[in-house]
């Protein structure tokens, strides 16, 4: 079987496509998160890496669960409660739980519908681009089910709770240009412009230094849940610790000199 994702790489950029275009990238299956996990946790531990593209192979960038797999009560919806609520978990939320703490910067490349899990794997990264067919839905009460994986906590930080609850509780989809207006996504284009235009994004991060954006992204993370002296605090720190890079002397540098900086690590 082809792999779960295909990775291709320019420069310090990674572009990961979810490559099941047949379930319209449907990510259920226990082996394909696993898959999704170990990418995230290689992306960690490449310090040349400093921003990702994910997007979606064919004409989905995901559908969520796979409702197949639901039916049959197969993959992560077999067994008794307790063995599905392990499935969730060890499964989805383990993903959830990756990029999350992923500090590399995520573009999201949407392709077309993101629905359900596949709504919410896109809130889970930092910045979104849709092509003028994507189309979003927080569809899980159309099947009787809530969102397992942390959408109910992605999802209102981004469009607001009142938003977030009338799409969490009708199901309906919004199509790109409304996902534009609630601040869902920070850009829409052709669809024949979106890797070009997401990839140009990512290379706009990967211009600066790698431990600058990964301190960054981490800071933006921790103070969604945090009072202000002891963000403070932490920005501090993190501050101490970017002074004494080489990459912050060599962008002062050629600040002071008026060229372009000459960035050789992360």
């Known amino acids: 079987m082809e792999p779960f994702l295909l990775v291709e790489r320019e420069g310090a950029v990674l572009t990961a496509t979810i490559n099941r275009p047949a379930l319209r990238n449907a990510i259920t299956a226990k082996p394909d998160m696993e898959a999704f ?5 290689s992306v960690t531990a490449d ?6 593209v994910l997007t979606g192979a064919g004409s989905a960038f995901c559908a969520g669960g796979n409702v197949k797999d639901m039916a049959n009560r197969e993959g992560m919806f077999a067994g008794e409660p307790y063995d599905q609520r392990n499935g ?3 499964g989805i939320q383990k993903v959830a739980q990756a990029l999350y703490e992923l500090e590399v910067p995520v573009v999201a490349a949407v392709n077309g519908p993101a629905i359900g899990a596949g709504l919410d794997l896109a809130c889970m990264c930092d910045i979104r681009i849709a092509s003028e067919t994507a189309l979003f839905a927080e569809s899980f009460v159309k099947l009787g089910l809530i969102p397992g994986d942390g959408g109910a906590w992605f999802l209102p930080r981004l469009i607001g709770l009142p938003r977030a609850t009338v799409m969490s509780l009708t199901g309906d989809p ?3 240009a409304t996902a534009l207006a609630y601040g869902l996504v920070h850009e829409v284009v052709p669809g024949d412009r979106l890797l070009e235009t997401a990839r140009a994004m990512a290379q706009r991060i990967a211009a600066n230094p790698g431990h600058a954006t990964r301190l960054a992204k981490r800071l933006l993370r921790e103070a969604q849940d945090m009072k202000l002296a002891p963000l403070l605090e932490l920005s501090a720190a993190y501050q101490a610790l ?7 002397q060599e962008a002062v540098a050629a ?3 008026k060229r372009p900086p000459r960035f050789n690590g992360g």
């Open 37 to 41: 996990v170990a990418f995230i946790d």
């Open 47 to 52: 310090d040349t890496v400093r921003a990702v």
């Open 88 to 90: 969730y978990r060890r």
């Open 174 to 176: 919004i199509d790109a």
């Open 242 to 248: 970017a002074h004494h890079t080489p990459e912050h």
């Open 255 to 257: 600040f002071v000199e």
